[in-house]
DNA sequence: TCTGGGGTCCTAGGACCC
DNA sequence: TCTGGGGTCCTAGGACCC
């Protein structure tokens, strides 16, 4: 059997385990930028309000119903993450960390109905003790029944936040009752796909034909159908395996026309990306720029990106930002008003396996020795402890993030103080 | 005024090789 | 008239996820 673990409005339960008093109260959490709301508590759910609506187009009802906005605030959602992991992790050894707010189980061992249901109660129960994070489980014969099994506790608390989907009545009774649009892997297209050919339950779909599933879903789909049939086709995967692109990019605060603040920018999300790069202990040899300006906006649209081959393989910092300033050199046209740059990092290769060519730099000892330097202060004394200059001192193009909580779990200064 | 960011997998088609 | 067969690698585009 497999469990799903996910964690409810993660984050705005993160915000609230520091905020009680926001308890009962309706809660949006922004995205970057303070663009779109991209978590919801049931109270700001309850309200009507979707999610990626945009921030600004619901002031006037966050006014009014006295909703609590919070700007995003991965530091913490990412450490709280952490320790709702390692904390399951002590209960069941075999597990796969799928987003940042669900986990996966691997149940095998487990058959019994109570014995199942106990140990669902038993996650749920630690997590809000010892993190003060609310969850809910699904458990099933496979990934896609679990995520199913998952909707259900969530929706009803009738199940104490703990749902079994297994026997045969029990699953005709709710796949029947499941819209297709939301099964995992049926995205926008598939669903318009589906309801044009009448189907639109679960229960519909676990019932058409395999072969036209794979014939007009490829074996994406086919998958999901054997899965919803309890053939188990996806695996738990307990290694993240290393990431094949790395992309680092946000918008500005204002848009921007200097090449000077885009080249900031640039040095600073290439910095970023180097150092994801590094943690994973990879080298990239191929870099990726693009630039664009505000499609919502009536100017003139201008957007383009260039992928350099590099000549090596690399994980420096200082290496990446002079090749991303020659790729932008190319790209960078003057008179538009950009809003974002990116660079994305991809041929990647573990580092060990380093191609060197002839032409590689004779102090390449002597930069790793860098790198390693600035990748531990910045671990022991926080992000940005030093950095490349390249990157700017005033960066006043930096996104917007006006109602951010402290960063109460990963910085002393944040630190959360009693009395 | 204001519209996020970071990923994966699959397929088809072209270039190229022997 | 008639124009091989079998592969690999790469890329773009489409689908999806949180």
New binding site residues.
């Given amino acids: 059997m497999i469990g799903l673990v996910d964690m409810n409005n993660f984050y705005v339960s993160c915000e609230r385990v520091f905020r009680p008093d926001l308890e009962g109260r309706p809660v949006v959490v922004l ?3 303070d ?2 709301i ?1 978590a919801r508590s049931n109270e700001a759910k309850s309200l009507g309000i979707k999610m ?1 609506t ?3 187009s619901v ?1 006037e009802i966050i006014k009014q119903e006295n909703i609590a906005v919070f700007s995003s605030n991965y530091a913490l959602y990412g450490d709280m993450s952490q320790r709702v992991m390692e904390t399951i992790r002590s209960m069941v050894p075999t597990l796969e960390v ?5 986990l996966f189980l691997d149940l095998g061992g487990f058959n019994q109905k109570q014995k199942l249901l106990e140990l669902g109660q038993k996650i749920r129960k630690t997590i809000k003790k010892h993190i003060g994070i609310p969850a809910c489980v699904g458990i099933a014969r496979t990934k896609v029944l679990a ?1 199913i099994a998952n909707h259900q506790a969530k929706k009803s608390m009738m199940h104490d936040g703990v749902f079994l989907l297994e026997g045969e009545k029990l699953m005709r009774e709710y796949l029947s009752l499941f819209d297709v649009a939301d ?9 318009y796909l589906l309801h044009s050919h009448e189907v639109t339950s679960a229960e519909q779909f676990r019932l058409m034909p395999e072969n036209w599933v794979k014939k007009h879903m ?3 789909g086919q998958r999901i159908w054997w899965e919803l049939n309890g053939h188990a086709c996806l695996e738990i995967e307990e290694i993240t ?1 290393h ?9 500005f605060s204002k ?1 921007q026309t200097q090449q000077g603040k885009l080249k900031e920018a640039l040095a600073t999300y290439t910095s ?1 990306a180097a150092e ?1 790069l590094r943690r994973q202990k990879s080298c990239a040899h191929l870099l990726t720029i693009f630039i664009h300006t ?1 499609k ?2 009536k100017e003139k649209y201008y957007s383009n990106t260039i992928t350099i081959t590099l000549p090596e393989p690399t994980d420096d910092t200082t290496q990446l930002i002079k090749q991303a300033f020659t790729g932008l050199q190319q790209i960078f046209q003057k008179g538009y008003a950009y ?2 740059v ?1 660079v994305i990092l991809s041929g990647i290769s573990p580092a060990i396996q380093k191609q060197l060519s002839i032409f590689s730099p004779s102090d390449r000892d002597k930069r790793e020795m860098l790198m390693l330097a600035m990748d531990t202060i910045n671990a022991k004394f926080g992000s940005d402890t030093v950095k490349v200059a390249a990157t700017g001192i005033e960066q006043d193009w930096k ?1 917007q993030q006006e109602i951010v909580s402290p960063r109460y779990t990963t910085h002393w200064k944040d630190l959360l103080k009693v009395k």
């Fill in positions: 995205s970057n930028n663009g779109c991209i990626g945009p921030y600004h002031r799928y987003s940042i707010d669900e995520k099964i995992w892997g049926i995205g926008r297209n598939y669903a490829t074996v994406v395996p990431k094949k692109n790395i992309c680092t990019s946000r918008s848009p970023r994801k505000n919502f906006k809003q974002k990116g996104m």
